[in-house]
C-alpha cells in the first residue's frame, strides 16, 4: 500500500519509489525519527504509516481531514508472516517455536495486541472516519480495480498509461528486487538479513504450509469465537472465494 500510494500520488513515475526508502516515504508514526522527517518533509498531502490499534489512534483522527486506508489480511497469513519476520528481527523478542507462536497470536501477546480488537477497532469506526478499506487479498488478486478504489479515495485519477505504470511497479517482483522497498538497506543489527527475507513470497493461502490439521482447527475455532460479532470475510487461499469467517 506504500507503494500504491506513493505512485498514485506521482501518476505512475517510479523515480521516487526506486530512489527514497519508503520508511521515509511513508514513515512509521510509532517510531522515534517519525517527527523530524515530517519536519524535514513539507509536502503535501504527507504519509504516514502505522499499525497502532484504533483507540490509540482513532479519537484523534476524527476530528482530523486525515483520510486513512485501511489494510487487512487474513489472519492465518498474518501469523505465519510475523513469525519469519520474528525470526529475523533483532528489536523483537524471540519467537520460539511456532507453536508458542501461535498461542501467543491468539492470546493477543504479540507486538501491538490482539489482531482480532485491531481489525474489529478500525473496521467497526469506519463511519466516524474518512476511512476506505482494502485488503492483502484484494490487492494481489486484482491490483487494477484496488489501484482504482485507492486513487478514487485519494481523489487523484489516473488516466490508463499511468494506472499501467503504477501496476507494473506494484508487483511482488519488482518489489521484491527494489532496495528502497525491500529492507535490505536495513543494517544487520537491526534486520538479521541470514535469517530471511523481508519480501518472503507473497503469497495467499501459504499458512497452509505452516498450520497442521490440529492446529488449523484450533485456530478456527478461538478466531470464530473471538468474530462471531463481526460480518468481515476472508480469503483463505487464491483458489478459493470469499467466505465468512464465521463459518462452522
Keep these: 500500500m506504500q507503494e500504491i500510494v506513493t505512485l498514485i500520488s506521482n501518476r505512475g513515475d517510479p523515480h521516487l519509489s526506486q530512489t527514497v526508502p519508503n520508511w521515509t516515504r511513508a514513515p512509521w508514526l510509532e517510531h522515534h525519527y517519525h517527527a523530524e522527517l515530517l519536519k524535514a518533509s513539507p509536502s503535501r498531502p504527507r504519509v504516514l504509516t502505522t499499525h497502532l490499534p484504533h483507540h490509540l489512534l482513532g479519537p484523534a483522527l476524527q476530528a482530523s481531514k486525515a483520510r486513512v486506508i485501511y489494510v487487512s489480511r487474513n489472519p492465518k497469513d498474518v501469523l505465519v508472516s510475523f513469525y519469519h519476520f520474528h525470526n529475523m528481527a533483532n528489536f523483537l523478542p524471540e519467537a520460539g517455536s511456532f507453536q508458542e507462536f501461535l498461542d501467543q497470536f491468539l492470546e493477543g501477546k504479540l507486538h501491538y495486541g490482539s489482531w482480532f480488537e ?62 528502497m522497498i525491500n529492507y535490505t538497506l536495513v543494517p544487520g543489527e537491526i534486520l538479521d538479513h541470514s535469517k530471511g527475507s523481508f519480501m518472503r513470497k507473497g503469497q495467499i493461502g501459504d499458512w497452509k504450509n505452516m498450520f497442521t490439521k490440529e492446529q488449523n482447527q484450533h485456530f478456527d475455532d478461538v478466531s470464530n469465537s473471538k468474530m462471531q460479532d463481526c460480518s468481515l470475510k476472508f480469503v483463505w487461499g487464491e483458489e478459493e472465494k470469499e467466505e465468512p469467517h464465521t463459518e462452522d
Aim: glycine share 2%; hydrophobic share 35%.
Design 118 to 179: 485491531h481489525i474489529k477497532g478500525w473496521t467497526s469506526q469506519a463511519a466516524a472516519l474518512n476511512l476506505l478499506h482494502v485488503t492483502y487479498e484484494e490487492m494481489s488478486l486484482d491490483i487494477h480495480e484496488t489501484m482504482n478504489r485507492v486513487s478514487s479515495f485519494l481523489q487523484r485519477p489516473l488516466l490508463e498509461d499511468e494506472l499501467n505504470n503504477c501496476v507494473k511497479h506494484c508487483s511482488f517482483s519488482s518489489m521484491k528486487d527494489n532496495k
